[in-house]
């Protein structure tokens, strides 16, 4: 598989991106990356990520504000 785009949406919490996976899963998206942890990235950033037919990467992802 080639992944072509990446698209990288912000939500503001952690639930979010679970509600998402749900309705991702619902519509017979499997998550390329469950949601989960991805500390290398940011402290506290957390995503899933799927993939479209025309093979878009999709990321759902939120971490802390940052102060």
Known sequence: MVVSEHLAIYVTDKKSV??????MKKG????????EEHP????G???ASYCDPDNYVI?????????
């Open 18 to 23: 679970d509600a998402v996976d749900e309705v």
């Open 28 to 35: 017979g998206f499997s998550p390329l990356f469950p949601p």
């Open 40 to 43: 290398e990235f940011s402290p």
């Open 45 to 47: 950033y957390y995503s």
């Open 59 to 67: 990321e759902i992802f939120t971490f802390p504000e940052q102060e």
